[in-house]
Nanobody, 114 residues
Framework: VQLQASGGGLVQAGGSLRLSCAVS????????MAWFRQAPGKEREFVGV???????YYSASVKGRFSISRDTAENTVYLQMNSLKPEDTAVYYC?????????WGKGTQVTVSS
C-alpha cells in the first residue's frame, strides 16, 4: 500500500488549502484514513480521521475549520483546511489503517504566514 500526499504550500492566515492523499494498493474502502501533522520540535499529532463508514472525527484544535472527505472512485482522501492559523504550520501526513495494519505516506508541508 502506498500513500502520496500533496497540496501543501504557503498561505496567509485566514486562507484555505486542500490536501490530497492518493492511495494505491489494497482495498481503499476498507481503510480508515487519518491525517496527522508534525510541527518543528513537536510530536506528531492527530488531526482527524474518516472511518470506512464515512464517520469523521477531528481534534479540538481543528474542529469546525478542517474537514475530511474521501473519493472512493479515485482512491483519494482530502483534507480541506479553512481559516488557517500560523499554528497550523506543520508537515501533514496521511495514514491508512485497517485492522492491525497501518500505512504512512511522505508528508506535505503547510506553512501559514501571519
Amino acid at each position: 500500500v502506498q500513500l502520496q500526499a500533496s497540496g501543501g504550500g504557503l498561505v496567509q492566515a485566514g486562507g484555505s488549502l486542500r490536501l490530497s492523499c492518493a492511495v494505491s494498493g489494497g482495498t481503499f474502502r476498507r481503510y480508515s484514513m487519518a491525517w496527522f501533522r508534525q510541527a518543528p520540535g513537536k510530536e506528531r499529532e492527530f488531526v482527524g480521521v474518516t472511518r470506512s463508514g464515512d464517520t469523521t472525527y477531528y481534534s479540538a484544535s481543528v474542529k469546525g475549520r478542517f474537514s475530511i472527505s474521501r473519493d472512493t472512485a479515485e482512491n483519494t482522501v482530502y483534507l480541506q483546511m479553512n481559516s488557517l492559523k500560523p499554528e497550523d504550520t506543520a508537515v501533514y501526513y496521511c495514514n491508512a489503517i485497517y485492522q492491525s495494519s497501518s500505512y504512512w505516506g511522505k508528508g506535505t508541508q503547510v506553512t501559514v504566514s501571519s
